[in-house]
């Protein structure tokens, strides 16, 4: 069992930059791979990007990808999430999530995730 909560959300003007901390508690950190989605007002949760639970893969949404950057740090129980070059379109909410589960290393998609973090708002202005 791993509970998580993100910080670092806020308002930033579009070209900025925002870093995103997810934290976790509980034992196993490093059994879990650990990715971040997100979820503007009327859309679906999307992915945004993933981070293996070794930390040797990554992979990125098309849209965030040259971006954002997702790592983790496993002596802190957290996972960063880097967001550079930032648009009015990555306003969302943005959540962490971590699954031991799921035969992929980097599942992208949110029924592979058995944990989630309460979300962290990032507001971008044009």
């Known amino acids: 069992q791993v509970q998580l909560v993100e910080s670092g959300g806020g308002l930033v003007q579009a070209g900025g930059s925002l870093r995103l901390s997810c934290a976790a508690s509980?034992?196993?950190?490093?059994?879990?791979?650990v990715g971040w989605f997100r979820q503007a007002p009327g859309k679906e949760r999307e992915f945004v990007a993933v981070i293996s639970r070794g930390g040797g893969t990554t992979n990125y949404a098309d849209s965030v990808k040259g971006r954002f950057t997702i790592s983790r740090d496993n002596a802190k129980n957290t996972v960063y999430l880097q967001m550079d070059s930032l648009k009015p379109d990555d306003t969302a909410v943005y959540y962490c999530?971590?699954?031991?589960?799921?035969?992929?290393?980097?599942?992208?998609?949110?029924?592979?995730?058995?944990?989630w973090g309460q979300g962290a708002q990032v507001t971008v202005s044009s």
């Open positions: 999530a971590a699954d031991r589960t799921s035969r992929s290393g980097t599942p992208r998609i949110p029924e592979d995730y058995d944990y």
């Open positions: 509980g034992r196993s950190f490093t059994s879990y791979a």
